[in-house]
Nanobody, 119 residues
Framework: QVQLVESGGGLVQAGGSLRLSCVAS????????MAWYRQAPGKQRELVAE???????NYAASVKGRFTISRDTAKGTVDLQMNSLKPEDTAVYYC?????????????WGQGTQVTVSS
């Protein structure tokens, strides 16, 4: 089992920055990839950024060049540095982790943290 707890959300003006942090507990050695997703009101949850066990990263086109994901595998943490924020970045941001593989793959989600960007 893995538990994820996010922190760092809040209200910021357009053009500002925020840093989200996620701490995993439990069987952190079983975690393969970690990621951040977001869900805006009335929209589907979407991938923002992900980092694999080998530290390769992938970003949504809408945040590339503005957001940076980083992971400390030993500590079980993943951060999301968000710069040049836009009102359209407003959403609940969720930390995600996947552990195991094949029939023993498990997905874990944090409770979410609100990010609001004012224009």
């Amino acid at each position: 089992q893995v538990q994820l707890v996010e922190s760092g959300g809040g209200l910021v003006q357009a053009g500002g920055s925020l840093r989200l942090s996620c701490v995993a507990s439990g069987s952190i050695s079983s975690i393969n990839a970690m990621a951040w997703y977001r869900q805006a009101p009335g929209k589907q949850r979407e991938l923002v950024a992900e980092v694999s066990g080998g530290s390769s990263t992938n970003y949504a086109a809408s945040v590339k060049g503005r957001f940076t994901i980083s992971r400390d595998t030993a500590k079980g943490t993943v951060d999301l540095q968000m710069n040049s924020l836009k009102p359209e970045d407003t959403a609940v941001y969720y930390c995600y982790a996947v552990a195991g593989s094949g029939p023993f793959r498990y997905d874990y989600w944090g409770q979410g943290t609100q990010v609001t960007v004012s224009s």
